[in-house]
């Protein structure tokens, strides 16, 4: 293997922001055709490594970097990276969602030719191509901001292979290198199968993959090697194959993580927030009762509406009918706001944090503090000190790093915001709490830590739903778990069921036989 | 197309169509002659160009308020240059495009460089460019601009139109083109809804503001070539009233032809409609001061309707990034 110079060797990478040294002397080797895994915590400096790739950072002097055994010298000017043979799915997937698919598609290829003549029906054409030779079904005209965001994460996905492909295609002996930064978050489990598929076979063409995931699982099934980094610094790189999971998290989160018994309450007895009859587009004749003091996840499989359950409950998206009965009052769905739902005591975390959760150029005390500020109003204004001191003992508890209210939102890592999210909500102390995939995108121990706060939130007397296709978090903090099938409900799951497995399987049981059961998942079924 | 999308993009035009007729009808044997149509077609060519130099930098993400200093610099350099100094007309234009592009670079640079909010720089260059102006001709009209330029702007006409209309059917056409089907206008509209995005694909994004703004630099020079041309004179400050007018027309372009996004065709049928509005009601006697409270009150309106557009092509606020 040594006989070829690697596809990408990074040395002596360095990257400060301000105070923050957000890398620190990293070295980095990718090697030819190999899928090489990089890990680490929220904040440890992955997207920051991959940036700079891009040349969207320009790292700290005294850092280098060698492509296919060339030296290259930073900074690299915008588009470099595309003539080194590299292509990204960044974290946030670097879609713009006022454009339309076949736009975004196209960007690299408008950034890197000069076209003067673009027919946009052939080019529409051809993206229909590409897509159906992914198996997907993507119109060309849509606009990204209407489609779902596993489609938002696949037409990233797609735009990054096709790149890589024609780099592979048309050079000589050169390697390209595929960088993917969690592109799984957003992905429904059979569609990360084919991601993997997907990967397997790039890597067999003259390229090789850099795979950012906090999933142990994937990074296990899809590496050859990990580079691990903490705090900004590389805590070493192995085999994957011959580093056992305990290994790995010692590595990330330097000392061994003690599995969290999570206590639950398998009997519900507090008061009950019930949804009756939702109807909506995504929903049919949903009725849900949910005990304060308890956590019941909807799950199913993808488009079979649960995911779009809490969206109608918050007012976020327009029922035809259905009540919610919360504290003694009840409310039309029909009728429900983002602002009735606050005043009912209704918080939701949702699960498309770029677009709909919060401000990003806005400060991060700023951010947290919003659904609050009614608590800050003092006589003249706002009391901004207190505000202050309070965010700063919010991100804190919240383990958010860094903890400084000031920082913009937008400068936090992907994980670190999701904390921040739902420090804010969580805040608030709702009577129902609304939660859409809440661990997207955090690190492992972030995720213990929601998993905490998530059954603390519980016990403190709040009623707790947990959207999610993550079956695992859903045996780790449901109480119960309601399955969907074509926006029905199928089938709850209680006490002993709910495990990972019997999740798993229930979801496709019940899209193949939705009708066969209709409930009240309220009642014990 | 869904009928909802056509009647999206084509209600400016049948707004036109409606106050064209109902003039007509109203006016026949004052506003429905050739006559009429040829000056309300040749006398809007400025604005038209103007316009299209304000939708470079507008696409790109960024304001061009010098667009209207730099127009009253240009007519003025070729009012002074060529009716004082007696300098052929044709090298007047050639200094007053490379002055509409210094301008547009200095503007770029302290956009680009200094990182500093367009709207300020372009505020402040453009109000210091009409100080100039006033000190170069010491607050004077200069008139009898020679024929060698009024000839082919406003006297040589063709189907009864001034060629004024032309140059600027023209350069609707060419924008459109360059905004639609070349890479380098798809890459402007990227920068202009996000310059993150924009910078992790590789757009060169300072380079492209940077172009953006001495392209309109330049563009709204020729605007004050066309101005000198069609009045034959050089003021110091009628100019600045185009710039209402320009905003005006390229906000309430967004809203037609393809909504939701600057183009030019529909700033091209903004500008006309606005302009047959006006010229209708001035013929029953209205004054002129209702110009302006008509381009006052599109303005709000056409922006009202763009940004209902615009939110139903972003769906949430604050998509465009830095
Ligand atoms: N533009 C910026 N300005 C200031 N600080 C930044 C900026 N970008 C990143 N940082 C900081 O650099 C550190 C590394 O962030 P990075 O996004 O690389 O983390 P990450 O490993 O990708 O985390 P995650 O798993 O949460 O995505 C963090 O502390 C972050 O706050
Ligand atoms: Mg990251």
Redesign the pocket.
């Known amino acids: 293997m040594p006989e070829h110079p690697p596809v990408v060797a990074l040395t002596h990478l360095s990257?400060s922001?301000?105070a923050?040294r957000?890398?620190h002397d990293v070295d980095l080797t990718v090697r030819r055709g190999e899928v090489h895994g990089l890990l680490?915590?929220?904040?440890?400096?992955?997207?920051?490594?991959?940036?700079i790739l891009s040349g969207f950072?320009t790292p700290d002097t005294g850092s280098g970097l060698a492509v296919n055994g060339r030296p290259v010298s930073f900074p690299l000017h915008p588009g470099k990276f595309r003539s080194l043979g590299m292509s990204f799915v960044h974290?946030d997937l670097g879609l713009v969602p006022s454009l339309s698919v076949v736009e975004n598609l196209l960007v690299g290829d408008l950034a890197s030719r000069r076209r003067w003549r673009l027919s946009w029906p052939r080019e529409r054409r051809r993206a229909a191509e590409t897509f159906a030779s992914f198996g997907l079904g993507l119109d060309p005209r849509a606009q990204v901001a209407d489609l779902r965001p596993s489609d938002r994460a696949l037409l990233a996905i797609v735009r990054a292979v096709q790149e890589i492909r024609a780099h592979t295609a048309d050079d000589g002996s050169d390697y390209g290198l595929l960088v993917l930064?969690?592109p799984t978050v957003f992905l429904p489990a059979r569609d990360r199968d084919q991601l993997f598929v997907l990967i397997r076979r790039i890597a067999a063409t003259r390229a090789s993959i850099l795979f950012?995931s906090?999933d142990l699982d994937e990074i296990r099934g899809i590496t050859d090697r990990v580079t691990v980094?903490r705090d900004?610094v590389v805590r070493g790189t192995v085999e994957t194959a011959r580093a056992s999971g305990e290994v790995l998290v010692e590595m990330i989160i330097g000392r061994r993580l003690q599995a969290l018994p999570i206590e639950r309450k398998r009997t519900a007895t507090g008061a009950a927030v019930s949804i009756t009859g939702l109807n909506g587009r995504y929903a049919r004749g949903v009725s849900l009762t949910v005990h304060r003091g308890e956590v019941v996840g909807l799950t199913g499989l993808l488009g079979s509406g649960f995911e779009e359950i809490p969206y109608y409950v918050f007012g976020a998206r327009r029922a035809f009918a259905g009540r919610l009965a919360i504290d003694g009052r009840t409310y039309d769905l029909r009728a429900m706001s983002p602002s009735r739902a606050l005043e009912a005591g209704v918080a939701l975390l949702p699960a498309d944090r770029h677009h709909d959760g919060s401000v990003g150029s806005l400060s991060l005390g700023d951010n947290v503090t919003v659904p609050a500020l009614r608590k800050y109003r003092s006589r003249i204004g706002l009391n901004r000190r207190r505000m202050r001191s309070d965010a700063r003992r919010l991100l804190a508890q919240f383990d958010v790093?860094?903890p400084d209210p000031r920082?913009?939102y937008?400068?936090?890592?992907?994980?670190?915001?999701?904390k921040a999210l739902l420090a804010k909500w969580l805040q608030t102390k709702p009577s129902l709490l609304l939660l859409h995939e809440p661990t997207q995108?955090?690190?492992i121990r972030a995720r213990q830590q929601i998993f905490r706060l998530t059954r603390k939130a519980a016990a403190g007397d709040t009623a707790v739903v947990c959207v999610s296709t993550d079956y695992d978090q859903l045996a780790a903090v449901c109480d119960r778990v309601v399955v969907f099938g074509r926006g029905r409900v199928g089938r709850e799951l209680t006490g002993a069921e709910v495990t990972k497995e019997r999740i798993a399987e229930q979801c496709y049981r019940v899209a193949e036989n939705p009708s066969g059961r209709h409930l009240d998942a309220g009642g014990d079924a | 197309m869904s009928v909802g999308e056509f009647v999206e993009r084509f209600a400016l035009v049948g707004a036109w169509i409606a106050v064209i007729a109902v003039f007509s009808v109203l006016k026949p044997d004052t506003f429905a002659t050739s006559s009429n149509f040829a000056a309300i077609l040749g006398s809007q060519a400025v604005l038209v160009v103007l316009t299209c130099a304000l939708l470079i930098p507008l696409t790109a993400g960024d304001y061009d308020l010098s667009i209207t200093g730099v127009l009253t610099l240009s007519q003025m350099m070729i009012g002074i240059l060529n009716t004082r100094n007696g300098i052929s007309v044709y090298v007047c234009i050639v200094a007053a495009l490379l002055t509409g592009a210094l301008v547009g670079l200095i503007n770029g640079a302290f956009v680009v460089i200094f990182g500093i909010d367009s709207f300020i720089v372009t505020l402040g260059t453009g109000t210091f460019l009409g100080g100039v102006v006033l000190w170069i001709s010491n607050s004077e009209t200069f008139a009898g601009i020679s024929s060698q330029l009024t000839g082919p702007v406003v006297v040589e006409r063709f189907l009864g139109v001034p060629l004024a209309f032309y140059y600027g059917l023209a350069l609707v056409i060419v924008l459109w083109y360059f905004l639609e089907y070349t890479s380098l206008g798809r890459q402007l509209l990227f920068v202009g809804r996000s310059r993150r995005v924009a910078r992790l694909s590789g757009l060169r994004v300072g380079r492209l503001r940077w172009g953006a703004l001495v392209a309109s630099g330049v563009i709204a020079a020729a605007a004050g070539v066309l101005y000198a041309g069609i009045t034959g004179a050089a003021d110091p400050v009628s100019g600045a009233g185009f710039l209402l007018p320009a905003f005006a027309a390229a906000f309430l372009g967004a809203t037609s032809i393809v909504p939701g996004r600057f183009n030019p065709w529909g700033s091209f049928i903004a500008v006309y409609f606005l302009v047959t509005g006006i010229t209708g009601l001035a013929l029953f006697g209205i004054q002129s001061w209702l110009q302006d409270m008509f381009y006052g009150g599109a303005l709000v309106l056409a922006v009202t309707f763009s940004q209902i557009a615009r939110r139903r092509e972003e769906h949430v606020s604050g998509v465009r990034e830095n």
């Open positions: 990257k922001f301000g923050v957000a890398l680490g915590e929220n904040g440890s400096g992955k997207s920051t490594l991959i940036k950072h974290q930064d969690e950012v906090h980094l900004g790093r860094p920082s913009t937008q400068s936090l890592s992907g994980g670190n915001q999701q995108g955090v690190d």
